[in-house]
């Protein structure tokens, strides 16, 4: 089984999927051939390059009440990379998305993504030291204009217990949903 | 002269982007396309007689999958070469018959209510801390 953590660059996803894989996480890298466009393109030019793109990759795996191996996929949530995710969401059980409250824009592509696929996903709001002001769930909820069913969370990456309890949270979260399709505001395609 | 002047002087002649592209594809004799279906979460498995005369990272690959079946993301991730490579790797394996492709792992379907409620169940024994 898979579950996706994504979020913008710096967000924690390497972070979170270290506090909770029982291997050291591993770095996945994958070449990118695509039309660069925004901020890559050169005007004029129909540019195409070859990027690299890496995942955090990590794994728990459990023998009871059956095998099953849980894989984690920590996945970039820049909007130019949004087409390596069909991959990594395919088969996806659900997604956490990690909001940094420095930069929650960062954090909008991956919510239509997985709105837009019907894939479960909840939102865990890092907390960072630094950050000018923390901003409460209900905040984050409205500024990513989320249903009043999607669990937000506040989430300290580094934190095992923080972290899993985000991974309990989307399990349970997809579970109901499974159970419940119409809360996903209709069926997985 | 330390490592980083050293580096410099070899300075871009090598160290470029273009210089790395070379490797992964010459693994493949310059496929680029695999020919198994797989996705990062395709699960592979080393079958039990032992092939002899591989290339190291065919080695590799089939000693990291020996024990249990292991996905390609991660073995792409222990051998240090991009996923299309290690797909193309794979699949030269499983032509041979060293590997097995597992076809379970890409059948699971994730919002299987009885899988969801068995990974809960393995989350919280896993983590008993947890809320």
Redesign the interface.
């Known amino acids: 089984?898979?579950i996706v953590i994504a979020g913008g660059f710096g967000a924690g996803k390497t972070t979170l999927v270290g506090a909770?894989s029982e291997i050291d996480p591993?770095?996945?890298?994958?070449?990118l051939t695509s039309a660069s466009s925004g901020t890559d393109s050169l005007a004029g030019v129909e540019a195409k390059r070859?990027t690299?793109v890496s995942?955090d990759?990590g794994?728990?795996t459990?023998t009871?009440?059956?095998h099953?191996?849980?894989?984690l996929?920590g996945t970039p949530g820049q909007e130019r990379f949004r087409f390596t995710w069909d991959?990594?969401s395919?088969?996806?059980?659900g997604a956490v998305i990690l909001a940094d409250t420095r930069r929650l824009q960062d954090s909008f592509a991956a919510v239509s993504y997985f709105e837009d696929r019907h894939v479960?996903f909840v939102v865990a709001v890092n907390e960072f030291d630094d950050a000018p002001h923390r901003y409460s769930c209900q905040e984050v909820r409205q500024a990513l204009e989320l249903p009043e069913e999607t669990p937000v969370l506040l989430c300290d990456a580094r934190d095992?217990?923080s972290a899993?309890?985000a991974?309990?949270t989307l399990?349970?979260y997809?579970?109901t949903?499974?159970?419940h399709p119409q809360t996903l505001q209709g069926a997985?395609p | 002269m330390t490592d980083s002047e050293m580096a410099d002087l070899d300075g871009p002649a090598w160290a470029d982007d273009d210089a790395e592209d070379v490797r992964p594809y010459a693994l493949t004799n310059g496929r680029t396309e695999p020919r198994h279906q797989m996705r990062l979460a395709s699960m592979v498995v080393a079958r039990h007689e032992a092939k002899t005369g591989l290339a190291p990272e065919a080695e590799s690959a089939v000693a990291l999958c020996r024990s249990e079946p292991r996905s390609v993301a991660e073995i792409a991730a222990v051998l240090a070469q991009p996923v299309l490579v290690t797909k193309i790797l794979l699949s030269d394996l499983i032509d041979d018959g060293a590997l097995i492709l597992s076809l379970t792992s890409d059948a699971t379907c994730p919002d299987d209510p009885n899988l969801l409620e068995a990974l809960l169940v393995g989350l919280r024994r896993r983590f008993p801390d947890c809320g």
């Open positions: 089984m898979k909770v591993l770095t996945t890298e994958e070449y070859t690299t995942m990759f794994r728990i459990f009871t009440p059956r099953i191996v849980l894989m996929f991959d990594l395919h088969g996806a059980s479960p095992t217990r899993s309890t991974l309990i399990v349970s997809a579970l949903s499974s159970r997985r």
